[in-house]
Every structure is written in structure tokens, then in C-alpha cells.
């Protein structure tokens, strides 16, 4: 544990402006209110904002950030109050902590809601001062390096979730590689730890197979640049687990497929050299085709700039190389941090912060909370693609992003009243994918208003919110006059006077707020126009009750197994449904309807061979795709599995997949040989995610050859 002189020392160091005599007294105001406060490990509650402090000296930021950092749990945990921290550190530093402990005490919540609106608090309180998401990040950090000592799994591995899915892409998109790398690992390690075991297991073998290969790597890189006269510091590493098992995961290989699981950084002085470096690089070893990228001239969102390329490199083996300056090296390890204005005492660039605009918009539109979740992961998650306008402005976009998303990207009234799209000066249409270096120009018309089919091919968590939020403002419309129309009907019908003020009376049982509120739940068919009458006359029998109100909501189908109710868009309501035995298609899956004459739709996956017997029948075909699906239900999954033929083999397999709460509900061994065995397993998941999770964990073993899915 850092010492107070030393951590002052250190600030100093590099901000000769911090109010030392402030800084002590912030140091000892934190070790007094938290007193003999203790952690789950056992250590005095202070060490834990001290290592804050210490881990955020580390990224050189200004001393109200490393205040702020020993201050930040004394609201929350101490009898201390926001007003005492004002008065005895001013309005900034009280700012700070004041937008730290808002997100503190939510932080930990179970439910889906909760975390949702945790990082809706937390978009806001970034937006004033991204100071906030900096001492929040390293307040995370230091928790994730001591989760281990929280005694309760549950506990554990929410925490971590939420850490890997929340806070990591957030350290990722404000540039702090190092935060996210040990965030994911670190999260990694509680969420998955026999697959994280087994790849470092395949990593120690792989290691002592070859020697030390990364160092005789660096040497002879170290060796080609100094015989070509460039200065140059040569490192390298070995990924870190994560990073492995999610590329796995993504190419859906085995461990020793993955070719380029080394990484070798390369540092010059200028940009100049960055290119000759690169070309050395190119000159000497055999270059692989399509992995060439350039962030010198087109950085990343987060200001990243570097160029990436793979060669076969020394001794044969396939490398990842990054070539960039001394100066894109500290913005690449520390982000932010790195463009701080120690003297200003705050940070006034965020121009390259866009996403950040584009979150507060997401906000703006999302229904609620759980919806600006799941928009704002689409938007942090994905790897970018770059484009241009024909004015030759750059926009950055995730890949698989479409015309639809590059309008909405340029401004929501051009994406909202997109009706084409040309691509380098060719017209396409909107649903088609764009790719790095595309020229993108888009028409629009003032009639044209978003439709609800784009929903299913954007990717952009703006897109889509915009979207929702007008197709939400329609249906209520129409929801609205419908359920007044059938409420007219129904006193009509019933000789009763019909009033919207005397509605006003019974908005109250109906959690409503206005009378459209009222004709839009009873449009929208969550209540009769019967019960509404009830309410306003509770002694009402009807002489002749009707039901005037037609099905307006969602199509929906009931499968074959029991309880079982799955949402698809596209389908008529009632249709009889069934899912294709040839390919076994799971939520999250592509997928397509085909009309099957007397017994309803058939749903395949989109790749599934068997639909090449009705190309020539277009008719049959229908345009569908998953809308939600219950996460309790478990849908039949088929894999093809060839494991080593040694005791355990099978034991293995099994504990693998109950670990991921999958149950197996056919294994039927196919060959036996004398060295494997293959087997095909049919097993219960929940969607194609959780199945993906499933086959890159028993890759990840050393008793499992090969895993496929079978969809044919």
C-alpha cells in the first residue's frame, strides 16, 4: 500500500500545481471517516481509495482526479456529506465525488433494470466531466483484483459481468488498453475458469514446446532494423487468454488454428518512420493478404492511432505486428489520460469523443432503461468500419453497418427520411453492408418516414432507438384512436354517455396519466373496454357483453412443447409453426419461414441446405427473424464432437457443458477408433450465443479434438 508522502511525491511529479496542503488534508479526512471500516479481504476499508488513488497516479492524472479518488466512498460508506466535502475541498473536487457516488450506489444491484439504468447514470455523469468514468474505472479495477476474496459466487459473477460487458468496452472506447485488458482477464478468470485454465494450460505447452519464442522473435526484428538503419524499440507478448478465447469464439477455431496469437509492438520516433518501419517489415517476411490496417491516417473513435499488419515473420511463424510513434503508444495505453491539461485542471477535447454525443442521443430515444442498454452494448461492442461522405468526411461506423446507420450517423432527420443509397457512386440497396473506404451518399425525401423492417438489419444502437421511438409514436397513435373507437362502441352499445372527463376519474386504476393513455392500453389490447366500463360504474352488468376489440398485438406462435412462446416478426397471428428438425434453429440464429401446405411455416436457418429445395418456389418463402425469446425455455441444439479416446474423455465433455446450465439430451457415439471417439450431442440451450459459449469451452480442452455445430 502506497504512503502518503510517496503518492505525493508521485502527483507531483508530474503536476509541480498540486495544492499539497489539500492533498493532505484529503488524505487524512478519508483514513478518519472510514475509520476501522474493513474490506470483505480483511484490509482497512482506506486501502482500497489509496490504491484508487495509486492505480490513477499511474495514468499521470491531475490532482482533483487523485483527490477525488481518496474521497470518492465517503459519501457513500462514512457519515460525511456532500455540503462537508464542498467546504473543505471546494466545488470541483465535490463535483467529482458527487458523480462517482451516484453510480456507487447502484452499482451492485442483481436485476437486469438496475444495471441498465446504473449505465444510463453513468453516460450522464461522464458527459459533464469524464473524470468521473476515470476514477470509476480504477475504482473497478482495484475491485476486480480483489473479488476473489467476496465469498459469494453469485456476487462474483455479477460483479463480473457487469465488469466485462459495462465497464471494459467503456475503458476501450476512452482508449485505456491496459484498464481493459486486465478487466476482461480479470472478469474472465471468475466467468469461465476452466476455459481460461485450459488455454493457459495449451499456452505453457505451446511455450515449452517451441522455447522461448517470443524473445528470439524480438531479436532477430531488433537485428532486421538495425541492418536497415531505423531506430526502433522491438517488444512483444503472447495474448492474454481472453483476448485468445475470444477470438476463438469469433473464427470458431480451435486454439491451434489461431496463427497470430502473438503480438509484436514496434516503436519509432516519428510518422515518417512508422511507414518505413512498415515497409522493412513488408520487404522481409511474406505479407498475409486483408490483415493490413492503417489508424495513422483514419484513427479510431478513441484517438487510437497505429499501423497493424501480419507476416510470416522469424522462424515461420504468423505474428501480428503493431508499428506506431512513442507519443501513439502512451495515448494508446492510457487514452484520455494521456491528452489531460494538468494546468487547466479539467479536460476541454473531447471532440474525438463522439460516441459519447451519440450514447446521450441513444438516451434520449430509449424507451426505458433495459432498451438503452441493449442499444448502447451494440454501440460499444463492435469493431469499426470507415467511410466517407461524398464531401469526403469521415464516419465511423460498426462493421456490418449499413446505408440505414451511416444516415443516422450523419444526423436522425437524414436517417430518418433515408429513402436510397449509393455506394462509390452506385445505387444498392439499404440493407446491403458497408466496408472500410466506401464513399457513401444518401437520399432523401421529406414524405419518408423510418420503416419498421430497417429494425432488422441495423446495427447501430442510434439507428435502432431512433427507429423504435417512431414506430412507438405510430402505434400509439393508432393504439389511441383505436381504443376511443372501441370505448364509443362499447357505451354506445350500452346506452351509457360517453365522456373523456368523466374518464379522468378512473385514469388512477389504470396506472394511466391521460386519457390517451387509457385508449392506448385498451387499443393495444392490455385491457377490454368491459373493464374500463366496470370501473366507472362498478354496479354495471351488461345485458349483451361484446368484445369488440380486435388482436392488434404482436404476432405470436405456441410450438409443441409445452409453455413453450417465442415471439417472430413477420408471421400472421395463429399461423401453426415449427421449427426444422434438419438444422435446429436457435434465437439469435438468421433465419427464414417457408409455407408448408396444410401444416403451417417452417422455420430453417437461413444456410440451411435443405432450403435449396424451394428455390424455385419464391411463393413459399417468408421474411422472418426473432423478436424475443423466454430465457427459460431451452431450445434442441445438434453438435458434432471428436475427443481423444482416453479415460475422462467423456466425463470431461460432460462437466463442461453442465458448467454452462446446458443439459444433453441425446449422445450417440458415431465412430470408434482406436485413438478418438466422435460423437453426435444434442443439447438444450437457450439461444446461439450460450451454444457458441458451450463449443468454445470444450474447444478449449485438451481432450476435445474438434466441435461443430450441426445444422444440415
Known amino acids: 500500500m502506497i504512503q502518503q508522502h510517496a503518492l505525493i511525491e508521485k502527483v507531483r511529479s508530474y503536476d509541480p500545481t498540486l495544492d499539497e496542503?489539500?492533498?493532505n488534508r484529503a488524505y487524512l479526512f478519508s483514513m478518519k471517516v472510514h475509520g476501522e471500516q474493513v474490506r470483505a479481504s480483511g484490509d482497512p476499508y482506506f486501502s482500497h481509495p489509496l490504491e484508487v488513488a495509486g492505480i490513477l497516479s499511474d495514468m499521470k492524472l491531475d490532482g482533483a482526479t487523485i483527490m477525488t479518488a481518496l474521497l470518492h466512498d465517503t459519501v457513500e460508506d462514512t457519515g460525511a456529506t456532500l455540503e462537508e466535502i464542498r467546504k473543505l475541498f471546494g466545488d470541483e473536487i465535490a463535483g467529482l465525488v458527487n458523480g462517482v457516488t451516484k453510480l456507487t450506489q447502484i452499482e451492485l444491484q442483481s436485476s437486469q433494470t438496475k444495471q441498465a439504468e446504473n449505465l444510463r447514470k453513468l453516460v450522464l455523469a461522464m458527459s459533464n466531466d469524464i473524470r468521473v468514468l476515470l476514477v470509476k474505472l480504477a475504482d473497478r479495477l482495484h475491485n476486480m483484483r480483489t473479488l476473489h476474496h467476496v465469498s459469494s459466487e453469485d456476487k462474483r459473477r455479477r460483479i463480473a459481468r457487469e465488469t466485462i460487458e459495462i465497464y471494459a468496452p467503456l475503458a476501450e472506447r476512452i482508449g485505456m488498453h491496459h484498464i481493459k485488458d486486465e478487466l476482461e482477464d480479470l472478469s474472465f478468470k471468475i466467468l469461465n475458469p476452466d476455459a481460461r485454465e485450459s488455454i493457459v494450460t495449451r499456452l505453457n505447452f505451446l511455450e515449452r514446446e517451441g522455447g522461448d519464442i517470443v524473445k528470439k522473435i524480438i531479436k532477430e526484428l531488433k537485428s532486421v532494423f538495425k541492418n536497415s538503419n531505423l531506430k526502433a524499440e522491438v517488444s512483444g507478448r503472447v495474448k492474454t487468454p481472453y483476448s485468445i478465447w475470444r477470438k476463438m469464439h469469433r473464427k470458431n477455431v480451435a486454439i491451434e488454428q489461431l496463427s497470430d496469437i502473438m503480438a509484436f509492438r514496434i516503436l519509432v520516433n516519428t510518422i515518417p518512420d512508422c511507414y518505413q518501419a512498415l515497409g522493412i517489415i513488408h520487404s522481409s517476411y511474406i505479407v498475409v493478404p486483408s490483415r493490413f490496417k492503417d489508424y495513422i491516417s483514419t484513427p479510431k473513435p478513441n484517438n487510437y492511432q497505429s499501423l497493424h499488419t501480419s507476416v510470416i515473420g522469424p522462424l515461420?511463424?504468423?505474428?501480428?505486428?503493431?508499428?506506431?510513434?512513442?507519443?501513439?503508444?502512451?495515448?494508446?495505453?492510457?487514452?484520455?489520460?494521456?491528452?489531460w491539461q494538468y494546468k487547466q485542471g479539467k479536460n476541454t477535447d473531447h471532440k474525438q469523443y463522439h460516441w459519447?454525443?451519440?450514447l446521450l442521443e441513444i438516451l434520449e430515444h430509449a424507451a426505458g432503461p433495459e432498451e438503452f442498454l441493449e442499444h448502447t452494448k451494440l454501440e460499444m461492442f463492435q469493431d469499426q468500419v470507415f467511410c466517407f461522405t461524398p464531401a469526403g468526411d469521415l464516419i465511423s461506423l460498426p462493421r456490418g453497418a449499413t446505408p440505414i446507420d451511416f444516415g443516422y450517423a450523419i444526423h436522425s432527420a437524414v436517417g430518418n427520411h433515408c429513402v436510397g443509397a449509393k455506394i462509390n457512386g452506385r445505387m444498392v440497396p439499404l440493407r446491403t453492408v458497408l466496408h472500410n473506404g466506401d464513399q457513401v451518399e444518401i437520399t432523401t425525401s421529406k414524405s419518408q418516414t423510418p420503416s419498421p423492417t430497417w429494425e432488422r438489419f441495423v446495427v447501430t444502437g442510434k439507428a435502432r432507438a431512433h427507429i423504435r421511438r417512431f414506430i412507438r409514436t405510430q402505434q400509439r397513435a393508432q393504439f389511441i384512436e383505436l381504443g376511443r373507437s372501441i370505448l364509443q362502441k362499447s357505451f354506445h352499445h350500452e346506452n351509457l354517455e360517453f365522456s373523456e372527463k368523466f374518464l379522468e376519474t378512473i385514469l388512477a386504476k389504470f396506472k394511466c396519466q391521460t386519457v390517451d393513455d387509457l385508449f392506448s392500453i385498451l387499443g393495444e389490447g392490455q385491457h377490454t373496454s368491459y373493464e374500463i366500463i366496470r370501473a366507472a360504474y362498478p354496479d354495471f352488468r351488461a345485458k349483451n357483453p361484446i368484445d369488440l376489440q380486435p388482436i392488434?398485438?404482436?404476432?405470436?406462435f405456441i410450438p409443441k412443447e409445452k409453455d413453450a412462446i417465442v415471439s417472430i416478426r413477420g408471421l400472421i397471428p395463429g399461423m401453426a409453426v415449427h421449427y426444422a428438425k434438419c438444422c435446429h434453429p436457435l434465437p439469435g440464429d438468421k433465419i427464414v419461414g417457408i409455407v408448408m401446405t396444410g401444416t403451417g411455416v417452417t422455420?430453417?436457418?437461413?444456410?440451411?441446405e435443405n432450403l435449396n429445395n424451394y428455390a424455385n418456389e419464391p411463393e413459399r418463402w417468408i421474411d422472418v427473424a426473432w423478436d424475443s425469446h423466454n430465457e427459460q425455455k431451452h431450445y434442441l441444439a445438434r453438435t458434432n464432437v471428436f475427443v481423444n479416446n482416453q479415460p475422462g474423455a467423456l466425463a470431461n465433455l460432460t462437466t463442461i457443458i453442465s458448467k454452462h446450465n446446458a443439459n444433453i439430451a441425446n449422445l450417440k457415439i458415431s465412430h470408434r477408433g482406436d485413438t478418438f471417439f466422435e460423437f453426435i450431442i444434442d443439447i438444450?440451450?437457450?439461444?446461439?450465443?450460450h451454444l457458441s459459449n458451450i463449443i468454445a469451452s470444450l474447444r478449449a480442452s485438451s481432450l476435445v479434438i474438434s466441435v461443430d455445430r450441426v445444422k444440415h
Open 603 to 608: 422455420i430453417h436457418t437461413y444456410d440451411c
Open 552 to 556: 392488434v398485438s404482436k404476432a405470436k
Open 356 to 358: 459519447l454525443r451519440s
Open 684 to 689: 438444450e440451450v437457450k439461444d446461439a450465443d
Open 316 to 339: 515461420k511463424h504468423r505474428i501480428e505486428i503493431q508499428i506506431r510513434t512513442h507519443e501513439m503508444h502512451t495515448i494508446s495505453e492510457y487514452g484520455v489520460a494521456a491528452h
Open 21 to 23: 496542503d489539500k492533498f
